[in-house]
């Protein structure tokens, strides 16, 4: 009986319920049983397909072969080790591919860009660490901490696309940390060096129990808070270099040299993506803009008067050797007592929370919709392979390295391969006769990440170690002004202030946002991000700072549980999308963002088709108490049990969904849905 009652699909459900009302619509009684027996059967056929609309994230469809399986395991129930097996299984195959495939023109610039887009941000966190921390961490530190987590990841990861080294929230922790811990006289190095043991601990934990699955949750919303902080965090360590030179000729001549960095920064960036000159030129400008740039101001400075005004200068130490008088290897064990070692714990567990949100978002980022990526992710092995980085950077001495932001998605943006296209929609009459780049493939591979981790190595000798103590700090305040001015104008939430502050009247016709039936909801789900921002920054200029990851980790139950309750999900679909696309997600269970969006496209597509369908058949008679879009949902259902219908739960597939490479609704989704 439960099978026949499954397998109704939709013109069978309509006659049957034409059938109990009346002869009139010309279809047949059912065989067995008189109208009453009908009546009986439709009804608990739509009471099954109810409680199956409630309880559908909570069950497995049925098989193609129609057979049924075994509800999903409950949260409690965990398979070890089953994301790292299935990761690793997955990306296996192309193992040997990701060293073939770059044998391509794109990896050489792109390892030459990023070497100075990882560099450049390393030095400017490694004075901001070396002046807080008591010189404990210096230049070759920050150096040798990506050196490890780009050889490591290059290698053996699964995502190695995804740029590890030395972020702005990990220095913040590091320097809270020091002023926590060094007024009790505690070896600093050596509690470190305990926080990153623990915390292997900690991130194997996680790998072996599949934790990354709850990355489904994981949507633009969080997502670009964290950007927004970090964004402000880059301002805030410009202006905090600036205000250590006093009030005197050095000050001025640093304010000077810090604005001109970034204005020519900025040009550099513009022309970049301007229709001036050739292609090439543009290219060129785009990419090498900022290290020309840092290059050019360091000797700027000993021009004319200039050379006699004292500017303080990057501090650097002996080629290979830590900055402060020791070993590469800590002596955890000494002048440190048993309860400073497990009061490394809590903040173990804080540095786990903090990487497990960082790294995955910047590998999410880097893997997002707008790549066309074709090699599957693996999350649940790369956390293993962090918290085997993280205990080797303490046992080392060394800043923790994780994932990097903005750096990853720049990675993989510069390994795009494009070609020039005509836009052809006749929706966007402004765009209509004008040409784009479109990216047609990633070159997915592992030699350009390694290879700018052993340009970095490289860095650490004597020669270049000289040439960056001629680097003045007013160059790397400059250099953490045009840092957060990218973060910012790439930021969603940046985006929709833009939006909010836009003349109505020229705002083009096909923006996503006017889809919104309401404006309001812009201007709350806007002041939604604000808030949350001002509490991770608020947290972050307090001693409670290394309670930050606390406050990011909590934004992702606040979309999941609380954003549906003051937003439709019309709205959370506009203003919201997924990180990365279904492609990506496989390797945790699909995306609820995705899952989302798809039922609401199909939701709005149905009542179309629906309504359409009652104004050319009025014949057709729908079950009573059902509304058309309800009834549609659980007939596609019922489809889909049979395996006849649309894919279900994590086999949802893009195109049924509708959905575009940048997790909006696709076009020709639309067009089907007409």
Same mark, same amino acid.
């Given at each position: 009986?439960?099978?026949?009652?499954?397998?109704?699909?939709?013109?069978?459900?309509?006659?049957?319920?034409?059938?109990?009302?009346?002869?009139?619509?010309?279809?047949?009684?059912?065989?067995?049983?008189?109208?009453?027996?009908?009546?009986?059967?439709?009804?608990?056929?739509?009471?099954? *397909?109810?409680?199956?609309?409630?309880?559908?994230?909570?069950?497995?469809?049925?098989?193609?072969?129609?057979?049924?399986?075994?509800?999903?395991?409950?949260?409690?129930?965990? @398979?070890?080790?089953?994301?790292?097996?299935?990761?690793?299984?997955?990306?296996?195959?192309?193992?040997?591919?990701?060293?073939?495939?770059?044998?391509?023109?794109?990896? %050489?610039?792109? &390892?030459?860009?990023? +070497?100075?887009?990882?560099?450049?941000?390393?030095?400017?966190?490694?004075?901001?660490?070396?002046?807080?921390?008591?010189?404990? +961490?210096?230049?070759?530190?920050?150096?040798?901490?990506?050196?490890?987590?780009?050889?490591?990841?290059?290698?053996?990861?699964?995502?190695?696309?995804?740029? %590890?080294?030395?972020?702005?929230?990990?220095?913040?922790?590091?320097?809270?940390?020091?002023?926590?811990?060094?007024?009790?006289?505690?070896?600093?190095?050596?509690?470190?060096?305990?926080?990153?043991?623990?915390?292997?601990?900690?991130?194997?934990?996680? !790998? /072996?129990?599949?934790?990354?699955?709850?990355?489904?949750?994981?949507?633009?919303?969080?997502?670009?808070?964290?950007?927004?902080?970090?964004?402000?965090?880059?301002?805030?360590?410009?202006?905090?270099?600036?205000?250590?030179?006093?009030?005197?000729?050095?000050?001025?001549?640093?304010?000077?040299?810090?604005?001109?960095?970034?204005?020519?920064?900025?040009?550099?960036?513009?022309?970049?993506?301007?229709?001036?000159?050739?292609?090439?030129?543009?290219?060129?400008?785009?990419?090498?803009?900022?290290?020309?740039?840092?290059?050019?101001?360091?000797?700027? %400075?000993?021009?004319?008067?200039?050379?006699?005004?004292?500017?303080?200068?990057?501090?650097?130490?002996?080629?290979?050797?830590?900055?402060?008088?020791?070993?590469?290897?800590?002596?955890?064990?000494?002048?440190?007592?048993?309860?400073?070692?497990?009061?490394?714990?809590?903040?173990?567990?804080?540095?786990?929370?903090?990487?497990?949100?960082?790294?995955?978002?910047?590998?999410?980022?880097?893997?997002?919709?707008?790549?066309?990526?074709?090699?599957?992710?693996?999350?649940?092995?790369?956390?293993?392979?962090?918290?085997? &980085?993280?205990?080797?950077?303490?046992?080392?001495?060394?800043?923790?390295?994780?994932?990097?932001?903005?750096? !990853?998605?720049?990675?993989?943006?510069? *390994?795009?391969?494009?070609?020039?296209?005509?836009?052809?929609?006749?929706?966007?009459?402004?765009?209509?006769?004008?040409?784009?780049?479109?990216?047609?493939?990633?070159?997915?591979?592992?030699?350009?990440?390694?290879?700018?981790?052993?340009?970095?190595?490289?860095?650490?000798?004597?020669?270049?170690?000289?040439?960056?103590?001629?680097?003045?700090?007013?160059?790397?305040?400059?250099?953490?002004?045009?840092?957060?001015?990218?973060? *910012?104008?790439?930021?969603?939430?940046?985006?929709?202030?833009?939006?909010?502050?836009?003349?109505?009247?020229?705002?083009?016709?096909?923006?996503?946002?006017?889809?919104?039936?309401?404006?309001?909801?812009?201007?709350?789900? /806007?002041?939604?991000?604000?808030?949350?921002?001002?509490?991770?920054?608020?947290?972050?200029?307090?001693?409670?700072?290394?309670?930050?990851?606390?406050?990011?980790?909590? *934004?992702?139950?606040?979309?999941?549980?609380?954003?549906? @309750?003051?937003?439709?999900?019309?709205?959370?679909?506009?203003?919201?999308?997924?990180?990365?696309?279904?492609?990506?997600?496989?390797?945790?269970?699909?995306? +609820?963002?995705?899952?989302?969006?798809?039922?609401?496209?199909?939701?709005?597509?149905?009542?179309?088709?629906?309504?359409? &369908?009652?104004?050319?058949?009025?014949?057709?008679?729908?079950?009573?108490?059902?509304?058309?879009?309800?009834?549609? @949902?659980?007939?596609?259902?019922?489809?889909?049990?049979?395996?006849?219908?649309?894919?279900?739960?994590?086999?949802?597939?893009?195109?049924?969904?509708?959905?575009?490479?940048?997790?909006?609704?696709? @076009?020709?989704?639309?067009?089907?849905?007409?």
């Amino acid at each position: 009986m439960s099978q026949t009652a499954d397998s109704l699909t939709l013109p069978t459900a309509m006659h049957s319920s034409g059938s109990g009302h009346g002869h009139g619509h010309g279809a047949s009684r059912p065989e067995s049983g008189a109208g009453a027996t009908g009546g009986k059967l439709r009804h608990w056929t739509t009471a099954l *397909l109810t409680a199956r609309s409630h309880h559908g994230a909570a069950a497995v469809g049925q098989r193609r072969d129609g057979s049924s399986s075994k509800e999903t395991d409950s949260w409690w129930k965990i @398979r070890f080790f089953r994301g790292m097996v299935n990761d690793v299984r997955r990306r296996a195959p192309y193992y040997w591919s990701d060293w073939r495939d770059a044998w391509d023109y794109r990896v %050489v610039p792109s &390892t030459i860009y990023m +070497y100075f887009a990882n560099i450049l941000p390393a030095l400017a966190f490694s004075l901001d660490m070396f002046t807080k921390t008591d010189m404990q +961490y210096g230049v070759n530190e920050v150096l040798l901490a990506s050196v490890l987590g780009a050889v490591v990841f290059a290698i053996l990861a699964c995502q190695p696309l995804v740029i %590890v080294g030395v972020t702005g929230p990990i220095t913040v922790f590091n320097y809270t940390v020091y002023d926590i811990m060094s007024p009790t006289g505690t070896n600093y190095l050596a509690f470190m060096c305990w926080i990153g043991l623990w915390s292997l601990l900690f991130h194997w934990l996680l !790998a /072996v129990t599949n934790s990354c699955d709850w990355l489904r949750y994981v949507t633009r919303f969080p997502c670009d808070i964290f950007g927004f902080y970090v964004a402000f965090i880059y301002l805030q360590k410009g202006i905090q270099v600036l205000e250590r030179f006093g009030d005197g000729a050095p000050f001025y001549l640093s304010v000077m040299v810090a604005l001109l960095v970034f204005m020519i920064a900025y040009a550099c960036g513009e022309l970049g993506a301007s229709p001036l000159f050739r292609h090439p030129v543009r290219v060129f400008l785009k990419d090498y803009g900022t290290p020309l740039t840092v290059i050019f101001f360091t000797g700027f %400075v000993h021009f004319g008067r200039m050379k006699s005004v004292d500017l303080e200068r990057l501090p650097t130490s002996a080629a290979f050797f830590p900055t402060a008088d020791r070993g590469w290897f800590v002596h955890f064990w000494e002048d440190i007592s048993v309860g400073d070692v497990f009061i490394a714990i809590p903040f173990a567990v804080l540095l786990t929370i903090l990487f497990y949100f960082d790294h995955n978002v910047s590998s999410l980022i880097a893997q997002g919709t707008e790549f066309p990526l074709r090699k599957p992710a693996g999350f649940h092995w790369d956390l293993f392979l962090l918290g085997l &980085t993280t205990g080797i950077a303490g046992l080392l001495g060394l800043p923790f390295p994780n994932g990097l932001i903005p750096q !990853a998605p720049f990675h993989t943006e510069s *390994l795009c391969v494009t070609k020039v296209e005509a836009d052809a929609d006749e929706t966007h009459g402004e765009a209509k006769g004008h040409y784009a780049l479109k990216r047609t493939h990633v070159v997915e591979q592992r030699v350009s990440n390694l290879a700018q981790g052993l340009l970095t190595l490289g860095t650490m000798t004597g020669p270049l170690l000289v040439v960056l103590h001629l680097i003045p700090q007013a160059v790397l305040a400059g250099l953490f002004f045009i840092m957060g001015y990218q973060a *910012l104008e790439g930021n969603g939430i940046t985006a929709k202030l833009l939006f909010l502050c836009r003349d109505r009247a020229l705002t083009p016709g096909g923006h996503p946002l006017t889809r919104l039936p309401r404006r309001a909801a812009v201007w709350a789900f /806007v002041l939604v991000e604000l808030a949350a921002f001002g509490a991770t920054f608020a947290i972050t200029q307090t001693v409670a700072a290394v309670g930050f990851p606390v406050v990011i980790l909590a *934004l992702i139950p606040v979309r999941a549980l609380l954003l549906p @309750r003051l937003f439709t999900p019309l709205e959370l679909g506009i203003l919201d999308a997924p990180t990365a696309s279904p492609f990506t997600m496989e390797s945790v269970g699909g995306s +609820y963002a995705a899952a989302q969006e798809g039922v609401n496209n199909r939701e709005v597509g149905d009542r179309d088709r629906v309504t359409a &369908t009652e104004r050319e058949n009025p014949s057709v008679v729908l079950p009573a108490g059902a509304d058309t879009e309800t009834w549609r @949902r659980k007939s596609e259902d019922a489809l889909a049990e049979e395996g006849r219908g649309r894919a279900t739960g994590d086999d949802i597939e893009m195109e049924r969904l509708g959905i575009s490479r940048r997790g909006h609704a696709s @076009r020709s989704a639309a067009r089907e849905d007409k």
